[in-house]
Nanobody, 124 residues
Framework: QVQLVESGGGVVQAGGSLRLSCAAS????????MGWFRQAPGKEREFVAR????????LYADTVKGRFTISRDNAKNTVYLQMNSLKPEDTAVYYC?????????????????WGQGTQVTVSS
């Protein structure tokens, strides 16, 4: 099992930036990739971005491509999500997740471990 703790959420005006962090502990070697998802009130959890542990390959949702950047520091077992040019529609609880799957997936069902979430609110 992998334990994940997110931090860095908050309130920001539209056009602003935030950086989320996700610290992993436990059986981190069992994970092949880390992802960020978000869930707004009344909506389903949606994929935001993912990064592979070894190759560092990244994948983004179309809604955040060009504005968000996912990165990792393997020595610190930490994954980051830099969010720029934030929009009110980015408001959601953001979750960090770990996947042990040996294939690329944007489905939340393919992620085994989850953090508690961190709130991001973008005001207009």
């Amino acid at each position: 099992q992998v334990q994940l703790v997110e931090s860095g959420g908050g309130v920001v005006q539209a056009g602003g930036s935030l950086r989320l962090s996700c610290a992993a502990s436990g059986r981190t070697f069992s994970s092949s990739a880390m992802g960020w998802f978000r869930q707004a009130p009344g909506k389903e959890r949606e994929f935001v971005a993912r990064i592979e542990y070894r190759a560092g390959s990244t994948l983004y949702a179309d809604t955040v491509k060009g504005r968000f950047t996912i990165s990792r520091d393997n020595a610190k077992n930490t994954v980051y999500l830099q969010m720029n040019s934030l929009k009110p529609e980015d408001t959601a609880v953001y979750y960090c997740a770990a996947s042990g799957a040996n294939y690329i997936s944007t489905r939340h069902q393919d992620y085994d471990s989850w953090g508690q979430g961190t709130q991001v609110t973008v005001s207009s």
